[in-house]
């Protein structure tokens, strides 16, 4: 016999609002307690320094995080120019320091050369794995690395506000495996200056946005003196790029049992039209996401499937 987890099956989505110098990983424990829920996990790693939106799963919800990886995201920061650090971030340690201060116009120039598909080196201080190690295990030791290049996308960048000639602050929409730092490491560059990141907040992953999110603070409270349930969002919304197909009750019934259903003609007409790369489609049943689902040949064939 299966040993049953402990805590509760709550399944859903949270949109955290992250605070400051708190980890991605301790703050999906916070909420995993504050729920007393029996899984949790988050998609996409914020760093401490930073705050705003990450998306942290429950339950059932689990299965539906590696979609919601590559989602596109937006991100709010803010450049101090003069002090270049080893992190390129305020808590490295200086390396450099200039008294370069471009102008906004210099840096509105600058930033059509960072927008499409670019090349970048991701920081030293990252979660990349060098060897099978973390890159930023590396760094603080004091191993030399070379990291390659790779390919990432930035869909848009503008400045937002110049304060003082000290700071410059920018948004970015990009896509996934995109630093922020080293964005503003090959930017201070280009424009022959030294600079790090003093501020960073991410404001959208995927459809998850500001607009949604709660914070840690709220939702402890919430979790203490009332139901948290009606914060939950729903299993799918990590789904929403994702072809969906209403099914009868004996197809579910099928799906759940990890048997494929055969589809009519005009279904297939239509999915196909919506299809992505992956050829996955969630299949649901009134209210209920019931499995997702790979299509070929005419069939949808079930890869996750979801429990009430």
């Known amino acids: 016999m299966a040993r049953r987890r402990k805590g509760d099956a709550v399944s ?9 110098d708190l980890g991605s990983t301790q ?4 909420v995993r307690r504050a729920f007393n829920a029996q899984k949790a996990g988050h998609a996409g790693t914020l ?29 709010r920061f803010t450049i101090a120019w003069g002090v270049e650090t080893a992190s390129f971030d305020r808590e490295g340690a200086v390396t450099a ?4 201060r471009p102008t906004l116009e210099a840096v509105r120039a600058a ?8 090349e970048q080196i991701p920081p030293a201080y990252s979660a990349v794995k060098v ?3 973390r890159a930023y295990d590396l760094a603080r030791a004091g191993i030399a690395m070379e990291l390659k290049s790779r390919k990432v996308t930035i869909h848009d960048a503008r400045c937002i506000e110049q304060p003082d000639a000290d700071h410059t602050t920018l948004e970015i929409e990009c896509g996934k495996g ?9 930017l201070a560059t280009a424009l022959g200056a030294h600079a790090h990141v003093s501020d960073l907040r991410r404001l959208r992953v995927g459809a998850f946005t500001q607009a949604n999110a709660i914070t840690l603070d709220k939702l402890e409270e919430l979790c203490n003196t009332a139901s948290p349930l009606e914060v939950l969002l729903p299993v799918e919304t990590a789904l929403d790029d994702i072809p969906e197909l209403a099914v009868t009750a004996e197809d579910a019934f099928r799906l759940t049992q990890g048997r494929s259903i055969v589809l009519l003609p005009r279904q ?4 196909r039209a919506r299809l992505t790369a992956s050829r996955t489609v969630s299949a649901r049943h009134g209210t209920q996401i019931v499995a997702l689902c790979e299509m070929r040949a005419g069939r949808l064939n079930p890869t996750r499937v979801f429990h009430p």
Request: hydrophobic share 45%.
């Open 178 to 186: 995109t630093y922020v730092r080293a964005l503003v490491r090959d």
């Open 97 to 100: 320091t200039s008294d370069v």
């Open 12 to 20: 859903g989505w949270i949109c955290l609002d992250k605070p400051r």
């Open 268 to 271: 297939v007409e239509t999915l």
């Open 47 to 75: 760093d401490p320094l930073a705050t705003g939106i990450l998306p942290i799963a429950l339950g059932e919800a689990t299965k539906t995080v590696p979609f919601l990886m590559d989602a596109d995201k937006t991100y």
């Open 131 to 133: 060897d099978g190690e």
């Open 27 to 30: 703050a999906v424990g916070r």
């Open 111 to 118: 930033l059509p050369a960072f927008i499409g598909e670019i």
